[in-house]
């Protein structure tokens, strides 16, 4: 994108989001973000895509205070701990059989936060992002340390002070802060810094515990990385300073358009995750009939074998992190929200078109599977194209023109062949 049309951009979506009128025009500001964010101004633009934030300006302090309040009041009645639950009888202990216990609850809790701690412990390894510390740890759920409660590995040091290990740094430890000793005889401080991806750990938690009918399924985590990453690179320490709370909303708004492709038991209905693979083939087989019918009428390529990852997390494992939030941009800006997904996964075919038309059945799966990088922009514009009805209106190339340098070598070979038998035949 040249400069200019950058600044250009810039100038409109300021204009959009600080300058018209008291109540932020949001079709104009999808408008102007159907082709990019400008970084500087993604944070803001995300908050009321996801509807975090309300249209009128004049509501924006009143409404984020009042959610970032009830967030923290969540937080603190949530995290429950052993021995510390309100109007604990003496029947209530950890071998208790009645399933309204709390200490039963606390081990239902302890499972799902138990895959929760395994995948956002990885979250997008090769960003160093997750594995720094946050400038804003959470006050009060940061000392609680949500990982420490499934960990074999760690006890209070209260617990162990007649073993070998305290014996050893005894004099160092400061009982009083009920630092956490690990069993190798290192000490990890429980005060309250915390890394990024225990950030995420702890919005994953809340939400699973507020949304019971949904509670966390494996590929949230790179839903949700993708939103507070943006929020908590926001530039202005005033907004960013509440990038937990907020992530926690936008994430949960956006749950709760896409949430049927995480809900098993509607995966065969009319909204499930098959639903959304039938549609996206059946645009598949209208946009590119011939394509189609190579991919999955003769290789039995079936959208199941790489659209399932595609729809259901928005093509966040597909590429890079900044090339995601670029692509995020476009389809959090479009009208009739993740329409324009299903065109963009038209287009990454159709960009791969050539390689998959000359490629086998495990050729194609890998590629599928793998993505190549490609330009982001050009992607998003090929969708739209494609959605416009004039991609394909352009000379396309046909599959005679995209059979492979070595068989088309081959095929004038016996062409020239023939015509020398023929020129002798005929002598």
Partial sequence: MSSVKYNNRIVDIESVLFVKNDTVPMDELRECCTFGIPEKLRPLSWRLLLHFLPSKRSDWKSKSEKDRMEYDKMVENIFTQPGQFSGEQSNDHPLALDPDSGWDLYFKDNQILLQIDKDVRRLRPEFDFFQRLTKFPHKIAAAMNLAQRISQNYLTAETIQTSKIVSRVEDDIDYANSSIVQLNGSLINDGPEELHWQVVERILFVYSKMHLGVKYVQGMHEILCIIYYVLSSDPDLEWSEHAEADSFYCFQNLMSEIQDNFIKTLDSSHVGIEARMESFHSLLQECDPELHDILI????????????????????????????????????????R?????????????????????????DNIRLLQNYPSVDINNLVAIAHDIKNGTYFKKPQQTLKLLTSEKTAHAKNAINNAMKNILTKFKR
């Fill in 338 to 362: 993740f329409d324009l997904l299903d065109y963009v996964c038209i287009a990454m075919i159709e960009n791969q078109r050539e390689a998959l038309i000359e490629g086998e059945f495990g």
């Fill in 297 to 336: 009428e003769k290789r039995s390529i079936r959208p199941q074998f790489y659209a399932f990852r595609w729809l259901s997390l928005l093509l966040s494992q597909e590429f890079s992190l900044p090339d995601v939030i670029m692509l995020w941009d476009c389809l959090l800006a479009d009208k009739k």
